[in-house]
């Protein structure tokens, strides 16, 4: 008998803004854009990617591409869709000690 298994997908664990802020937050302190990138898009697909879009003001295909992880959005659409996100990030910078 064959084991069964499912694909992993973190936007079904992702149900409130705060685990939904959580996640980002930890996935920005590494700094690796293509990450970030495919983070914003997993939030993006917990809320509705139809809604960010809309309230991106972009087409939803054009947010799944270059949210992807694979796609190099530029930095206005990574702002436009935190801004449809609403979820109050900061970032506090490193500093060396």
Do not use: C, W
């Not at 930890?26 to 509705?48: F, H, K, L, N, Y």
Request: proline share 5%; net charge negative.
């Amino acid at each position: 008998m064959a084991t069964k298994t499912f694909a992993f997908d973190a936007a079904e664990l992702l149900d409130s803004p705060e685990a939904q802020a959580a996640y980002l937050s930890e996935i920005m302190e590494g700094g690796d854009p293509a990450e970030i990138a495919q983070a914003i898009g997993t939030v993006a697909r917990a809320r509705g990617m139809t809604a960010v879009a809309r309230e991106a003001g972009m087409g939803r295909e054009s947010l799944y591409k270059a949210l992807s992880g694979e796609g190099n959005p530029e930095f206005g659409t990574i702002m436009k869709v935190l801004g449809a996100l609403g979820l109050g990030l900061s970032v506090n910078p490193k500093h060396p000690d």
